[in-house]
């Protein structure tokens, strides 16, 4: 028989067991009982993990999301814990203080969760749909590429420098994705190209 019991339970089992097994030794036979009774629920039982990666730095630990609610059925999922991947390369279930602090960053009132836009002369920023914001903002560098592209410099040699947009990139990405991000913006053209990283 193939009994599958995680790291985590292992250790509870492991620890109420070890308690059960002493009280029993002193000779408080129905002890053993009593103290299996108050084991505490194992507290990401029933949960959904999710792996992902931590949104803060640019070391790019990678995290195990755990949630309740169930998707298909409609539910709304709410995080609830999160921990450092030990599978992960990169920390090997460790988290710095910031990225132990995840949690309080995901369920922050403050957090930003959709595209807001702020129009020429006004004073405050209107929310707007994905598709708004992507159609938006590629309609705005396409128009300011065609404007001030520099095709060559003084002595007639092709540049192709576009330096009136710049370009934040975010740091909590794999080596592959940095990898195309910066591919696609160099071949734009887009001199001023920073990460979010060095901010
Ligand atoms: S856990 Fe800390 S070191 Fe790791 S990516 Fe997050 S902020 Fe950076």
Redesign the pocket.
């Known amino acids: 028989m193939n009994i599958q019991v995680s790291r985590r339970r292992f250790l509870q089992l492991a620890g109420a067991g070890a308690a059960a097994t002493s009280i029993a030794a002193f000779g408080y036979g129905e002890a053993e009982a009593e103290v299996a009774a108050h084991v505490r629920n194992f507290k990401l039982a029933k949960s959904t993990e999710t792996r992902n990666?931590?949104?803060?730095?640019?070391?790019?630990?990678g995290?195990i999301m755990y949630s309740r609610g169930d998707l298909t059925k409609g539910e709304q999922a709410n995080i609830f814990h999160i921990e450092?991947d030990a599978e992960h390369p990169?920390?090997r279930g460790?988290?710095?203080?910031?990225?132990?602090a995840?949690l309080d960053m995901v369920h922050s009132k403050t957090r930003t969760l959709y595209p807001q836009v702020r129009k020429p002369g006004s004073d405050k920023f209107e929310r707007i749909s994905w598709d708004e914001a992507l159609d938006r903002i590629t309609r705005l560098m396409k128009d300011d590429r065609d404007k001030n592209i520099i095709e060559r410099n003084a002595a007639g040699v092709t540049v192709n420098r576009w330096t009136t947009t710049g370009f934040l990139a975010a740091s909590?990405t794999t080596n592959e994705t940095a990898w195309e991000t910066y591919k696609v913006v160099r071949s734009t053209g887009i001199v001023a190209f920073d990460n979010q990283a060095r901010v």
């Open positions: 990666t931590c949104t803060y730095c640019s070391v790019a630990c995290i450092g990169t920390n460790t988290l710095c203080p910031k990225g132990a995840l909590a």
